[in-house]
């Protein structure tokens, strides 16, 4: 999985040249500049001189090349100046860094939209305009607010719904971060992961990365849980709970954990790695495929947001062809605002690709409601229309 490289490149136009000669003349003679004759038509006839090809002009292609704009993604950095979410009827313009304005004539203009970071088999074979179009309709910055404040007034019995992860404070990041014990996967030993129903296609894990000496145990949930897919989103945190570097390994007590692959882009946006686990005195081992997601900082939204939306289809793609038996998981520092992200993004996608109108408030509360403070900032929130919005300008450009 590297990087998808851009395909879209300029059409240049030619016309043969008119090789006119005078009566009564074998050769042609070199050419004069007839009288009259523009600079354009003089600069065509000598571009003819060689080989008898007529090579692009330079004004021509200098002109098509202004054409190609892709999208400018640290208009994802302004999210905070978000003003409005609602569909308007202005014209299309170009995109501007800060703040985004989200109208439905941006996703009209193919122009600043790149085939880069998307696929088409990964944007679905067939695009639902009319979908497409009823969800832009309802976008509205008000209700977005209104929603996510309704979200945030969840409110959670600590004492009585969260006792496991009370009794377990030194294997969590944050007094701020409850995890539910209805939620929390069942092991022999204590790990901050939970399981997540009614939201995706299936059921998904999502929780905060492993602490110091609780990797035995985040291992041992991997393997028993059979979790192939993982996926992390951080910023500029360490990854240190399993090694780095390719044929590379660490035992962590009874587990054994080898690096099989490593594979980076040239940004050093997202990393891909193929980490075999294997218990003490089993001789099958499962081979889980990580994919870090760098440049995400804390309460905000992701820098690079077409990789992530890649990785979040190639999420869906996963659970729709996995065995029954298999899972994926995802994780960040306290397994909360960016994993929410990620996994919201991902049941959208998935939603809109079956034909299904997603709805932010509902899949962030369905979430919220077994993985408390899963709807992360109104940042966070607000970008996931941002989201939406280049992903349907991407997926309408590819068909």
Not at 115 to 139: C, E, V
Not at 196 to 205: A, E, K, Y
Request: aromatic share 8%; charged share 30%; with cysteine.
């Amino acid at each position: 999985m590297g990087d998808d490289k851009d395909c879209i490149t300029p059409k240049t136009r030619s016309r043969d040249p008119k090789n006119s000669k005078r009566k009564g003349a074998g050769t042609r003679k070199p050419s004069r500049k007839k009288k009259g004759a523009s600079k354009e038509q003089e600069q065509e006839s000598t571009q003819t001189s060689k080989k008898g090809q007529t090579k692009p002009r330079k004004k021509e292609k200098k002109k098509k090349d202004g054409k190609q704009a892709s999208i400018d993604e640290t208009e994802m950095k302004g999210i905070s100046g978000l003003s409005t979410l609602s569909v308007t009827s202005a014209p299309a313009t170009p995109i501007v860094t800060t703040p985004p304005v989200i109208t439905q004539k941006t996703i009209e203009n193919p122009a600043i939209v790149s085939k880069k970071g998307i696929s088409p088999t990964q944007a679905g074979d067939k695009f639902n305009h009319a979908l497409a179009k009823s969800w832009l309709d309802k976008a509205d910055y008000s209700k977005a607010k209104s929603d996510y404040d309704h979200i945030q007034s969840l409110t959670v019995n600590v004492e009585k719904e969260c006792k496991k992860w009370l009794a377990n404070k030194k294997r969590n990041k944050s007094e701020d971060y409850p995890a539910l014990d209805s939620t929390l996967v069942k092991t022999d030993d204590y790990v901050n992961i939970s399981k997540i129903d009614g939201v995706h296609s299936r059921s998904i894990l999502m929780g905060q990365l492993p602490l110091k000496d609780s990797e035995e145990a985040f291992w041992k949930t991997v393997f028993e849980k059979r979790t192939i897919q993982i996926y992390i989103c951080v910023n500029d945190e360490t990854i240190d709970f399993f090694p780095n570097k390719a044929e590379d390994y660490v035992t962590y007590g009874t587990m054994w954990i080898n690096n099989r692959y490593v594979e980076e882009d040239k940004k050093k946006e997202v990393t891909h790695y193929k980490i075999e686990v294997l218990p003490q005195g089993c001789s099958n081992s499962i081979i889980c495929r990580i994919s870090v997601m760098r440049k995400w900082a804390f309460e905000g939204v992701p820098e690079k947001l077409s990789r992530v939306i890649k990785e979040t289809i190639e999420l869906d793609s996963y659970l729709k062809t996995a065995p029954s038996d298999e899972t994926a998981l995802i994780l960040s520092p306290h397994g909360c605002g960016r994993s929410g992200f990620f996994l919201a993004l991902s049941v959208a996608i998935h939603k809109m690709e079956n034909d299904i109108e997603p709805c932010f408030a509902d899949i962030v509360k369905t979430i919220c409601k077994q993985r408390p403070k899963a709807g992360g900032s109104l940042i966070q929130f607000a970008g996931l229309y941002t989201a939406m919005f280049h992903y349907i300008k991407a997926s309408r450009l590819l068909e």
